[in-house]
């Protein structure tokens, strides 16, 4: 970033190191060592920007006073530099570390720019706001550009290449019983002409076969030779083929192997396809539940529940259907869906104090209550709005005098039930990004049964 938060609050004469430019590099020390645990626990980010885009946060807000702690361990004498507690340096630091941290770790990035877009539309601008707003807008376009990738629908897929081993054949046993030499000699000799002499024995032998003798008669004996031989070699080879046994080929386990590479390959190349069209499936399913405008929690149609109530389901369902990493438009996309329920008067505006109030009673928002319980802590010092709704039977979350210091949130402020919607899905989405992991949230639910 060209220009740090620090130097900004300086330029603007909300701080004021009277031109010590080492004591601004203590203040930038403190930044950095908050930074460093927000890093190591980015759940401390929410209560973190909702402190340091507040120019009216309590002095004694437990934010400004890690902030001023972190401080004292490098200037050690700052009090003496300040007549007061210095807020607006406790909070130049707190948001010099967001926006540190936010650089590379995004969970950080994506609650610091939801909680100040809910900020900005509840407060006033001003030489405050100035300062850091266009800083945000940069976190923005980083966060912005991670969730369009996540819910991008790509134009081809890419599927693996198969990569199939051929097993190898067991070679197959073939045995042929022997040829009847004898029998064999005899049909040859028949064919040759009407005697011979055996080899063995010296003497001439009948034949019993051709008549003709080549010599006397050529034509007739060939005619007859051909005849004997073609039959004799015939039997020969039939009797040859008839002895042949093949055994058996196991391949039961080259057809299993084979079975299995396929398989593994179609399974790979379907995750693939999968893990693309991930964003293409995400987007039908809102279309799905934007026009059926019904609760996938509650199981009811919003056309039956009050309006107010209506609105603030509607921000925990689609928070419970999309990841924590979604772009700006899917927060226009729930204020359309808000807008198009009929008794939704979309100029009408509401005190956002009532309408905390009335979410804390309504039944059909008993599931959101319980799951923005596992998210927020019981509300103490500054944390989000959706903290009193969710931790209703805490004495401070019915205190309306206490509504200011706890939320940030001016009490005149009022919001129509879109941006309402909007406020919720926001804070939703900042504390499930910044909360701390599965597990730890498991045993909290299980020490709370």
């Not at 930074?35 to 920007?49: I, M, N, T």
Request: hydrophobic fraction near 45%; include cysteine.
């Amino acid at each position: 970033m060209a220009e740090s938060i620090l130097l900004r609050f300086l330029k603007g004469g909300l701080i004021d190191v009277n031109g010590d430019d080492a004591k601004l590099d203590k203040i930038g020390a403190a930044a950095g060592e908050l930074a460093s645990g927000l890093r190591k626990s980015p759940s401390k980010a929410v209560a973190y920007v909702l402190v340091a885009v507040d120019p009216e946060v309590d002095a004694d807000d437990p934010v400004i006073v890690e902030a001023l702690d972190a401080l004292s361990k490098h200037w050690v004498t700052y009090v003496n530099t300040f007549s007061g507690t210095p807020v607006a340096v406790a909070r130049a630091i707190v948001l010099e570390g967001l926006v540190q941290a936010a650089t590379d770790t995004p969970s950080v990035g994506a609650a610091f720019v939801a909680l100040a877009r809910n900020a900005f539309s509840v407060s006033v601008p001003s030489a405050d706001t100035a300062a850091w707003a266009d800083v945000i807008m940069e976190i923005e376009k980083d966060v912005d550009a991670r969730a369009e990738a996540e819910w991008a629908v790509p134009s081809s897929i890419s599927a693996p290449v198969a990569d199939l081993k051929v097993p190898e054949l067991t070679p197959l046993t073939v045995t042929a019983d022997p040829t009847d030499v004898d029998h064999l000699k005899a049909g040859f000799y028949a064919a040759a002409g009407p005697h011979y002499v055996d080899p063995q024995q010296g003497q001439q032998l009948a034949s019993n076969g051709n008549p003709h003798s080549p010599h006397n008669n050529p034509v007739h004996w060939a005619g007859e030779f051909g005849n004997r031989m073609a039959v004799s070699v015939a039997e020969a080879l039939d009797t040859a083929v008839n002895g042949l046994t093949v055994g058996n080929a196991d391949l039961s386990e080259p057809i299993r192997s084979l079975a299995t590479g396929v398989s593994e390959y179609v399974a790979e190349a379907l995750t693939a396809v999968a893990a693309a069209t991930t964003g293409l499936q995400r987007r039908v399913a809102l279309v799905w539940w934007k026009e059926s405008l019904f609760s996938p929690t509650r199981r009811v149609s919003y056309r039956d529940l009050p309006p107010t109530a209506a609105a603030t389901l509607m921000a925990f369902d689609l928070h419970q259907q999309v990841p924590v990493s979604s772009p700006a438009s899917v927060v226009a996309f729930l204020a359309e869906t808000v807008m198009s329920l009929p008794l939704v008067d979309t100029e009408q505006t509401y005190a956002v104090n009532d309408l905390v109030e009335l979410a804390q009673t309504e039944k059909s928002l008993d599931m959101a209550r319980g799951a923005g319980e596992l998210l927020t802590a019981v509300p103490e010092g500054r944390g989000p709005v959706i903290a009193l709704i969710a931790h209703c039977d805490a004495p401070a979350s019915r205190d309306r005098s206490a509504f200011r210091r706890l939320t940030g949130v001016p009490d005149g402020a009022r919001l129509t039930l879109a941006q309402w919607a909007c406020w919720v899905f926001r804070e939703l989405q900042a504390t499930s990004a910044t909360a701390a992991s599965k597990a730890s949230r498991s045993s909290k639910r299980r020490s709370r049964g």
